[in-house]
């Protein structure tokens, strides 16, 4: 599969890997990674599938549509937000029939526990899946793009420098650092962290890699400062943006019709245009994953 375009720009050969246009349930890496998990799931025979995530989560909206498309219960744990109202992401995953328990934040551990107790001793086979797709299979998708990538590479003759992408809870950035060592590949791969600060966010990556290694017994020397996990351009937090991303958006959609969020994608790549502008990054290849999210851009787009 060849999803990655050249899009015109100064300075730079400038490339997007659309994961956005995964076909299943509006794509993005979520849908990469949900792909992974439903052949576990489906070998396993089981008919219980349980998960957490916000309102604004894509993994919720793409693991009740496939739970909803084979038929199986779905169970989301979501914190309790400031925001009451439904988006377009918890609307689909109430349409997609799934049910929704909702605690504090700090209960969450506590609540998905009892929801597998409960669900066990209603006698289904039950599936957990960590938010966000984290886990050595959602790291195995990653793994998977990036062989994408290469071949994307070796198709058209080029190296890429720098490979940029937002990252969250890390899996993403794992998966293709794995598959950078596994390749022997030089391209920088470049996190721009969408929430967490970087010891949080660098750690849980390492961990994530090295979990990856040991499953598959793959000898390895990666160390934690060979993470690039950005976290300048967080600007308080998830879920927080300022004007200047909001400005971006509209400029990339209209130049190339290609649509941001101001969560995800948007963030990053206003993060990448500062992190290029501030270390005077010229003449280089550089890809930009996206790894979608639309819904969410159709949330903001009435603010735009
Ligand atoms: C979840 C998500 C990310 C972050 O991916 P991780 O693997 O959690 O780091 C980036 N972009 C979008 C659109 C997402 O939904």
Known sequence: MNNIYKLESNNNNFYIMRDDLLPFSFGGNKARKAE???????????????????KSSNHC????????????????ISPISEEQEDINNSYLV??????????EIEDVKNTIQNVISRK?????????????????????????????ILEFENEN????????????????????IVGKYINNSR???????????????????????????EENKIENDIGIE????????????????????????KEILKKYGIPLDTTYTGKAFWGMKEYIKENKIMNKNILFIHTGGTPLFFDNIKEM
């Open 187 to 213: 391209t920088n791969i470049i996190g721009i962290s969408i929430a967490r600060n970087i010891e949080r966010g660098r750690k849980v990556i390492y961990d994530s890699v090295k979990s990856y290694m």
């Open 61 to 76: 909206r793409i693991i009740s549509n496939y739970c909803a498309r084979y038929n199986l219960d779905c169970q989301i």
């Open 36 to 54: 992974l998990f439903f052949k576990d799931i489906l070998n396993k025979k089981c008919n219980c599938v349980i998960t957490y995530g916000s």
């Open 226 to 249: 060979d993470i690039n996990f950005i976290d300048k351009y967080i600007v308080g937090g998830y879920g927080k943006y300022n004007e200047e991303i909001c400005e971006n958006i």
């Open 157 to 176: 003759n080029i190296k890429f420098d720098y490979i940029f992408h937002a990252s969250g809870t890390g899996t993403t950035q794992a998966g293709l």
């Open 94 to 103: 109430k349409l997609f029939g799934a049910s929704v328990t909702t605690c």
């Open 120 to 148: 066990r001793q209603e006698g289904y086979n039950t599936y957990f899946i960590e938010g966000g797709g984290h886990g050595n299979i959602g790291t195995q998708a990653y793994v998977n793009a990036f062989y994408n």
